[in-house]
């Protein structure tokens, strides 16, 4: 059974960091893409990176550059650095895996977490 447990999120003011986790479970992580996509109330999921078995990061446009994904095989965790944190960041992020894209365009994953809330407000 596939487990995926965010943490880390909380409030943060416009300019700041954070460090996601996810502790994952019930499937070979070291041999899995994972990814972190991201919801905001009333707005569709987004895609905002993955990370392939082997460690090659790929990242949405709108965090390119302020966020980066990583991965500890030993411990079977996911992380999320995000740093110069803005209003448009703020969302619930989401631990994903078997996520699939058609023609470019992201269209959702086969499992994900709970979530962990992140808001950036001053």
């Known amino acids: 059974q596939v487990q995926l447990v965010e943490s880390g999120g909380s409030l943060v003011q416009p300019g700041g960091s954070l460090r996601l986790s996810c502790a994952t479970s019930?499937?070979?992580?070291?041999?899995?893409?994972m990814n972190w996509v991201r919801q905001a109330p009333g707005k569709e999921t987004e895609w905002v990176a993955t990370?392939?078995?082997?460690?090659?990061?790929f990242y949405g446009d709108s965090v390119k550059g302020r966020f980066t994904i990583s991965r500890d095989n030993e411990n079977n965790r996911l992380y999320l650095d995000m740093r110069n944190l803005q209003s448009d960041d703020s969302a619930m992020y989401h631990c994903?895996?078997?996520?699939?894209?058609?023609?470019?365009?992201?269209?959702?994953?086969?499992?994900r977490g709970q979530g962990t809330q992140v808001t950036v407000s001053s």
């Open positions: 994903a895996k078997g996520c699939t894209w058609r023609g470019g365009s992201f269209q959702g994953c086969e499992s």
């Open positions: 990370i392939l078995a082997a460690g090659r990061p």
């Open positions: 019930g499937f070979p992580f070291s041999e899995s893409s």
